[in-house]
């Protein structure tokens, strides 16, 4: 005999989900608010991008091409790949939601890490399935244990390279050595959301590794270096087997079409990518030196943030950097999510609002910076 419900119950394991909660926005009471808290570019989108958008804006009644193929053939002709073999999404999330949807359910497990994207686990879980977290070693993604706590019930592995909230990568020898150890049904996603902020000979987005292998896949978005992430563009390369299996369960128009068409500008745009990478590259060696020159510790980042890390003194703390920041207009992350109850992560973020930040801090420390 059924129970009859009063109302409407999630399917369980729903309400076992913590929500993804984003980083800060506002600093009541203060003239000029500095947002550091959502590794978003300073230099903005480029300008052909925002041409492009508003370009579409003629046509808003239309709906978009469902198959989203000026921008698959951009991001193709700019990396040299099969626009077969290339999922667009709303964001890179999207992709990674769509990946648990098909390829997860109840009695599945799925391994991210200690440090990992929060939306890993929250996607794992929507599907029914169970996430299962292993430790990294000093920050960084430790292959030898995600092998190890491979079981017959893993269907997927999550990898941000680089990670989210440290800032650390693993080199593509390393990666290469997770796939082969994987059994072949097992999915390996590589999450490159900062791929085009790495300078390190030994890294690689997960091109070639896709490009060789019948169960990897590599995400990419454009809210990071190419400043679009008002307009949710992501994109996915991976083998045609798995395209056709997500394009069977994604949204018809999953994508609207002034996103199309200013992801596809963007992406053509590399010499403003370049220098959004440049201004990157100089800022995150600054603040590094600067924050380490005051007393704190900084993860080593490759990609467009930092994670510092207070002392263990009363005073002194994540906590109390974060309210002393706020109360001057710079806003950071707090990671206590992510396993860092003393850390806050900035990102780059213009020079007046850097400059600022160092400062706060020195002053924070009681030392000059």
């Given at each position: 005999m059924?129970?009859?419900?009063?109302?409407?119950?999630?399917?369980?394991g729903?309400?076992?989900i913590a929500a993804?909660v984003?980083g800060?926005e506002?600093?009541?009471?203060?003239a000029?608010?500095?947002?550091?808290?959502s590794?978003e570019t300073p230099?903005?989108?480029?300008?052909?991008?925002i041409e492009?958008?508003?370009?579409?804006?003629g046509?808003?009644?239309r709906?978009?091409?469902?198959?989203?193929?000026?921008?698959?053939e951009?991001i193709?002709?700019?990396?040299?790949?099969?626009?077969a073999n290339?999922l667009?999404?709303n964001?890179?999330?999207?992709?990674?939601?769509?990946?648990?949807?098909?390829?997860?359910?109840?009695?599945?497990?799925?391994i991210?890490?200690?440090?990992?994207?929060?939306?890993?686990?929250?996607q794992?879980?929507g599907?029914?399935?169970t996430?299962?977290v292993?430790?990294?070693?000093?920050?960084?993604?430790?292959v030898?244990?995600?092998?190890?706590?491979?079981t017959d019930?893993?269907?997927?592995v999550?990898?941000?390279n680089?990670?989210?909230?440290?800032?650390?990568?693993?080199?593509?020898?390393?990666?290469?050595?997770?796939q082969?150890?994987?059994?072949?049904?097992?999915?390996?996603?590589?999450?490159?959301?900062y791929?085009?902020?790495?300078r390190?000979?030994?890294?690689?987005?997960?091109?070639?590794v896709?490009?060789?292998n019948?169960?990897?896949v590599?995400?990419?978005?454009f809210?990071?270096a190419?400043?679009?992430?008002?307009?949710?563009?992501?994109?996915?390369y991976?083998?045609?087997e798995i395209?056709?299996?997500l394009n069977?369960?994604?949204g018809?128009?999953?994508?609207?079409?002034?996103?199309?068409a200013a992801?596809?500008?963007?992406?053509?745009?590399?010499?403003?990518?370049q220098?959004?990478v440049?201004f990157?590259?100089?800022?995150?060696?600054?603040?590094?030196s600067?924050?380490?020159?005051?007393?704190?510790?900084v993860?080593p980042?490759?990609a467009?943030f930092?994670?510092?890390h207070?002392?263990?003194?009363?005073?002194?703390r994540?906590?109390d950097?974060?309210?002393?920041?706020?109360?001057?207009g710079?806003?950071?992350?707090?990671?206590?999510?992510?396993?860092f109850?003393?850390?806050?992560r900035?990102?780059?973020?213009p020079?007046?609002?850097?400059?600022?930040?160092i400062?706060?801090l020195g002053?924070f420390?009681?030392?000059?910076?």
């Amino acid at each position: 005999m059924s129970v009859e419900m009063s109302k409407p119950v999630p399917r369980p394991g729903i309400l076992d989900i913590a929500a993804y909660v984003p980083g800060k926005e506002h600093a009541p009471g203060v003239a000029r608010v500095y947002k550091l808290s959502s590794n978003e570019t300073p230099l903005g989108a480029s300008p052909k991008a925002i041409e492009a958008f508003k370009a579409a804006a003629g046509n808003l009644e239309r709906y978009p091409d469902g198959q989203a193929l000026e921008l698959r053939e951009a991001i193709a002709s700019v990396h040299g790949l099969n626009p077969a073999n290339i999922l667009c999404g709303n964001g890179s999330d999207e992709l990674l939601g769509l990946l648990c949807h098909v390829y997860l359910g109840p009695g599945d497990e799925g391994i991210i890490t200690e440090h990992g994207f929060l939306v890993y686990k929250i996607q794992i879980m929507g599907a029914g399935a169970t996430p299962v977290v292993v430790k990294e070693k000093n920050h960084t993604v430790d292959v030898d244990a995600i092998l190890a706590a491979v079981t017959d019930k893993t269907k997927i592995v999550f990898i941000a390279n680089p990670g989210n909230p440290t800032g650390t990568y693993i080199p593509v020898s390393e990666i290469r050595r997770l796939q082969a150890g994987l059994p072949k049904h097992v999915v390996l996603v590589l999450d490159a959301a900062y791929a085009e902020y790495v300078r390190r000979n030994d890294y690689e987005s997960g091109i070639e590794v896709v490009s060789s292998n019948a169960n990897v896949v590599m995400t990419r978005t454009f809210s990071k270096a190419y400043g679009l992430a008002a307009l949710r563009v992501g994109w996915m390369y991976a083998p045609v087997e798995i395209i056709d299996a997500l394009n069977r369960v994604r949204g018809p128009f999953n994508m609207n079409a002034p996103a199309i068409a200013a992801g596809a500008a963007a992406i053509r745009d590399q010499s403003f990518v370049q220098e959004a990478v440049s201004f990157n590259q100089m800022w995150i060696e600054k603040l590094t030196s600067a924050f380490e020159a005051i007393g704190l510790k900084v993860t080593p980042s490759v990609a467009n943030f930092v994670l510092i890390h207070f002392p263990e003194t009363d005073g002194k703390r994540a906590a109390d950097a974060d309210e002393f920041l706020t109360s001057r207009g710079y806003i950071l992350r707090a990671v206590r999510s992510y396993g860092f109850p003393n850390s806050l992560r900035m990102s780059v973020g213009p020079e007046e609002a850097n400059h600022g930040v160092i400062e706060a801090l020195g002053e924070f420390m009681g030392r000059k910076a």
